[in-house]
T-cell receptor, first 111, second 110 residues
Framework: DAGITQSPRHKVTETGTPVTLRCHQTENHRYMYWYRQDPGHGLRLIHY???????DKGEVSDGYSVSRSKTEDFLLTLESATSSQTSVYFCAIMRQAYGYTFGSGTRLTVV | DQQVKQNSPSLSVQEGRISILNCDYT??????FLWYKKYPAEGPTFLISISSIKDKNEDGRFTVFLNKSAKHLSLHIVPSQPGDSAVYFCAASPGNQFYFGTGTSLTVIP
């Protein structure tokens, strides 16, 4: 398939706990992205990376941090989860002419 | 502020007829546009793209039209099929990231 996987697929966590979502690619793409999808908001960019250790903020980055220590892995961390971070999270890689290829998503519920 | 807007949250069309999905954008720096299709519990998948140097791009049943002066693009699906029922997102890019609309849920009625 597209060579991009997300883990876990589903997670339920308690308010105030840290959570890390993982995105793994097998195709050596330079650019990787984390989006969240919410009803009425579409897909909104949280953070993106343009290389190992090179990251930048998106439009909804508050409460999130990212790390990219290897080309293939891009981690999204919620330092202290809140109910407003209940969402579906998508990782994406950038492909020329095709835009993004997305992972299958992680459904996160913060209770 | 939403730079890419899809003002119709939903659309229902009879099988065999044309589906027209619309998208407006505000940023004149956007030079590349895409449409994605999303089924429940799956990630969005690429459908069709258009660059700002064109005003039309066709791929089988799918055609995307771009009107730069109006900052408007549309996706035409002809003929519509029940398998086209999904949420459609338009996206626009000035360079290294894409901005997405809120999506239009298309239902094709058999």
């Amino acid at each position: 398939d597209a060579g991009i996987t997300q883990s876990p697929r589903h997670k339920v966590t308690e308010t105030g706990t840290p959570v890390t979502l993982r995105c793994h690619q097998t195709e050596n793409h330079r650019y990787m992205y984390w989006y969240r999808q919410d009803p009425g908001h579409g897909l909104r960019l949280i953070h993106y990376s343009y290389g190992v250790k090179d990251t930048d903020k998106g439009e909804v980055s508050d409460g999130y941090s990212v790390s990219r220590s290897k080309t293939e892995d891009f981690l999204l961390t919620l330092e202290s989860a809140t109910s407003s971070q209940t969402s579906v999270y998508f990782c994406a890689i950038m492909r020329q002419a095709y835009g993004y290829t997305f992972g299958s998503g992680t459904r996160l519920t913060v209770v | 502020d939403q730079q890419v807007k899809q003002n119709s949250p939903s659309l229902s069309v009879q099988e065999g007829r044309i589906s027209i999905l619309n998208c407006d954008y505000t940023n004149s720096m956007f030079d590349y546009f895409l449409w994605y299709k999303k089924y429940p519990a799956e990630g969005p998948t690429f459908l069709i793209s258009i660059s700002s140097i064109k005003d039309k791009n066709e791929d089988g049943r799918f055609t995307v039209f771009l009107n730069k002066s109006a900052k408007h693009l549309s996706l035409h699906i002809v003929p519509s099929q029940p398998g086209d029922s999904a949420v459609y997102f338009c996206a626009a890019s000035p360079g290294n990231q894409f901005y997405f609309g809120t999506g239009t849920s298309l239902t094709v009625i058999p």
